[in-house]
């Protein structure tokens, strides 16, 4: 069957809209952060950052599932490496929003050329801002994974994003750091909420759970080592919970006292898979070198790493 023509009326996009992440509901149901974000939901922004697999995306996404049946709309962005260009960044941000309903884009979608130099960034912004205070709903935007954005032209239009912002409007900056925007304004004012790595952080009780979905029967004891070997650090528990299973150890053949005595997690291949992947090949070339040096202290501090670098 072929793909019926878009109406002379529909915006053209040329990029595709992202896909929105699982909300991995039904394994940790994060009641505690989910409450805290619905509480937060007509705030102009909120900031959810944590170093990777602290289950940012997942969060969001379960917030997001929480917000459609409350009247919301959600737009997302997951932002990739490609995307640090201000005119890849402006074609997918309207695809994503075009989702949603193709009038939030039309204005801005017909004047679009390809390119955007540093002068067209505030008037794309503003076209945009224009576009959804005229939707009849809430309008969440969700920009993912923003640490792969350097650009400082994309950095101007999220600041204009949130300047302009209208009462409807409401963002959401997720990333493994501090998003580089002024945002003291909305800080000193209460407009926004911020959830960082402590806050993402897994509860005994949320370990207890995310194990029992995925190994079952757990003892206490076994919850308590894993929760303080982990931190509560989701990916964490993720990588001791397959290795559990690969090995096909149960909680109970454990030595007392020494769960997981026979499991090598520490020296686990995934878990160096893991930080090859997903932090150590997204670093920059100076950090890199700063942890190279580092490496061939038993102990280190940030002054000795100055000194060592």
Request: glycine fraction near 4%; hydrophobic fraction near 45%; proline fraction near 6%.
């Amino acid at each position: 069957m072929q793909p019926s023509s878009p109406s002379s009326n529909a915006p053209h996009i040329q990029a595709e809209a992202p896909a929105v992440p699982r909300s991995g509901v039904g394994v940790v149901g994060r009641e505690r952060l989910l409450t805290r974000l619905l509480e937060a939901r007509r705030l102009p922004c909120v900031v959810v950052t944590g170093p990777a697999g602290a289950g940012k995306s997942t969060l969001v996404a379960a917030w997001r599932q929480a917000l459609v049946p409350l009247g919301f709309d959600v737009a997302w962005f997951t932002a990739a490496e490609d995307d640090d260009e201000s005119a890849r960044f402006f074609d997918k941000l309207i695809a994503s929003l075009a989702q949603v309903d193709p009038a939030l884009v039309r204005e801005t979608a017909q004047w679009r050329d390809g390119s955007v130099d540093a002068d067209a960034v505030e008037r794309v912004a503003i076209t945009l801002v224009r576009g959804i205070a005229a939707h009849p709903r809430e309008l969440l935007m969700v920009f993912d994974d923003l640490h792969h954005l350097h650009d400082p032209a994309i950095h101007d239009a999220l600041q204009w994003l949130l300047d302009y912002a209208t009462p409807n409007m409401h963002l959401v900056l997720v990333s493994r750091g501090a998003p580089h925007l002024s945002l003291d304004r909305l800080r000193s004012q209460s407009q926004m909420l911020e959830l960082e790595s402590q806050d993402l952080r897994f509860t005994r009780a949320e370990t207890e759970q995310y194990l029992k979905a995925q190994i079952g029967d757990v003892d206490a004891r076994t919850v308590k080592t894993l929760h303080e070997w982990s931190d509560g650090w989701v990916a964490g528990l993720r990588i001791f919970a397959l290795d559990w299973k690969k090995k096909q150890l149960e909680p109970g053949r454990a030595a007392p006292g020494e769960p997981f005595a026979r499991m090598p997690a520490r020296d686990a291949r995934a878990l160096i898979d893991y930080f090859e992947h997903e932090v150590l090949s997204l670093l920059a070339p100076q950090d890199l070198s700063m942890l190279v040096y580092a490496a061939s202290c038993s102990r280190i501090c940030a002054p000795l790493c100055a000194a060592r670098l």
